[in-house]
């Protein structure tokens, strides 16, 4: 796995945020400029190879577009250009994940050079600020139960690793006796979108996966369904290997969450848009929330306007719609409620919106 480097404004709270197995709503992801790749030896030819195909990992996770590791990374242009560091490492062999003993080489791209290199090139942008996905999943490969978080079958592995790949959060169900009395395998089959809600309430995810594989063609065909706060989707994934058709299912949602949260190549800039924020009582508190709003990708600049009472009035500059920040907003678990207070104060253009209305939740 590449290496994590965590932001510092929230230490304590991102590492409980970036365990793929617990409760906690997701936050701020790290490593997404980092990547891992096989490689033959140290030469200068198998070298840049190996940096071209690091590069095409990352911009995968920073643009969320799938596409980005291939007609995208080629538009950019050599990668070195990009690179801040890299080195090589052994790794031993690991049966469990089929990863051979040998040669790996560890990159990290710039983040600044390469985000403008994406904006100069009109590509999208996601962010640090990342969501998470409760997995229900049904697979005879489990014997035909609900894949629980303390399993470590090859499909939750590979699950994982794909949402590793993709910059997403997963998180699977304890399937302690809460889960077990709320939901069952014939709930999942039949995509009882009530009875998952319900269950999936306890985990607080950004959205739910819901995956049932069955037999098909001496193989496993998957059929999901995508239940974000606003919507359900549902698709299929063709007979093939269930460790295939586990991560077809992870690709799938990663690009949902790209779709809903990644800053369009198109976004315009907005600047002056008010943020009320409640419930900061301690200089401590201002300093997490200042910092937080700092760090979110959509934010260009913040300034405060004016303290009162428990409340703090910011100005934010953003990169992209008020849709990309208000659900950056509340990513991280920080900042909770979105309503809107009484109407700003006109401009020529019309353009200031109202405020936003955000709590903190320390």
């Given at each position: ?350 353009a200031i919106p109202a405020p936003l209305h955000y709590s903190y939740k320390p």
């Amino acid at each position: 796995m590449p290496v994590k480097r965590l932001a510092p404004l929230i230490a304590a709270c991102l590492l409980l945020a970036m365990s793929w197995l617990a409760p906690a709503r997701a936050a701020l992801v790290g490593g997404l400029y980092e990547a891992r790749v096989p490689v033959s030896d140290q030469s200068v030819a198998a070298r840049n190879a190996a940096l071209q195909q690091a590069f095409g990992i990352v911009l995968v996770k920073v643009t969320g577009d799938r596409a980005a590791s291939g007609a995208l990374a080629a538009a950019l242009g050599n990668p070195t250009q990009y690179v801040e560091q890299y080195r090589y490492e052994k790794v031993d062999a690991d049966p469990t994940n089929n990863i051979p003993a040998g040669l790996m080489l560890w990159a990290k791209f710039g983040a600044n050079v390469v985000g403008k290199a994406l904006r100069a090139g009109h590509a999208p942008l996601w962010g640090a600020e990342r969501p998470r996905a409760l997995i229900w999943l049904v697979t005879p490969e489990t014997g035909g139960r609900i894949l629980g978080a303390a399993d470590t079958s090859p499909v939750m592995q590979a699950m994982l690793g794909a949402a590793q790949q993709r910059g997403i959060v997963l998180a699977f169900p304890q399937m302690d006796a809460q889960d077990k009395a709320a939901i069952g395998v014939p709930d999942l089959s039949s995509f009882n979108a009530e009875r998952i809600r319900a269950a999936s309430a306890r985990y607080q995810p950004d959205a739910v996966l819901v995956g049932v594989m069955t037999p098909a063609e001496g193989q496993l065909a998957g059929r999901w369904e995508w239940l974000s706060p606003d919507n359900v989707e549902d698709w299929q994934t063709p007979a093939g290997d269930a460790a295939l058709v586990a991560v077809d299912g992870v690709q799938v949602a990663a690009d949902r969450f790209a779709a809903r949260y990644a800053i369009a190549a198109d976004a315009a800039d907005q600047d002056g848009v008010p943020l009320q924020v409640d419930g900061i009582g301690s200089l401590e508190a201002y300093a997490k929330v200042s910092d937080y709003l700092k760090a979110l990708t959509p934010v260009r600049a913040v300034r405060v306007g004016r303290v009162a009472q428990g409340s703090v009035f910011y100005s934010l500059d953003i990169h992209g719609s008020l849709d990309n920040l208000e659900a950056a907003l509340v990513l991280g678990g920080l900042l909770s409620g979105s309503t809107t207070v009484a109407p700003a104060a006109a401009t020529v253009s019309g353009a200031i919106p109202a405020p936003l209305h955000y709590s903190y939740k320390p």
